[in-house]
Nanobody
Framework: QEQLVESGGGLVQAGGSLRLSCAAS????????MGWYRQAPGKQREMVAT???????NSADSVKGRFTISRDNDKNTVYLQMNSLKPEDTAVYYC?????????????WGQGTQVTVSS
């Protein structure tokens, strides 16, 4: 069972930066894609940014130009660099990994890390 452990959340003022890390227990090459999702109080979980095994990235319009997803294959870690943070970025951020196996799609989730942006 793969495990994902997030770190790097915290409290930051608007305009500041944070970098989230997601460390996988095994090789991230096992996953077809990894990504970051977030859930604010009273809202549904939404995609923030994803990166495929081949390195292709995608991000939500609300974070384009501010957030960057990247991966370090040697460290089995995916990062989310968040710049120019806004109060509306406040949420619990979850790391996700997807593996397509013979029996179907497998989703793995981390425990989440809180990001709070003060105005």
């Amino acid at each position: 069972q793969e495990q994902l452990v997030e770190s790097g959340g915290g409290l930051v003022q608007a305009g500041g930066s944070l970098r989230l890390s997601c460390a996988a227990s095994g090789s991230i090459f096992n996953f077809n894609a990894m990504g970051w999702y977030r859930q604010a109080p009273g809202k549904q979980r939404e995609m923030v940014a994803t990166i495929t095994r081949g390195g292709s990235t995608n991000s939500a319009d609300s974070v384009k130009g501010r957030f960057t997803i990247s991966r370090d294959n040697d460290k089995n870690t995916v990062y989310l660099q968040m710049n120019s943070l806004k109060p509306e970025d406040t949420a619990v951020y979850y790391c996700n990994a997807v593996h397509y196996g013979l029996l179907g799609k497998y989703d793995y989730w981390g425990q989440g890390t809180q990001v709070t942006v003060s105005s």
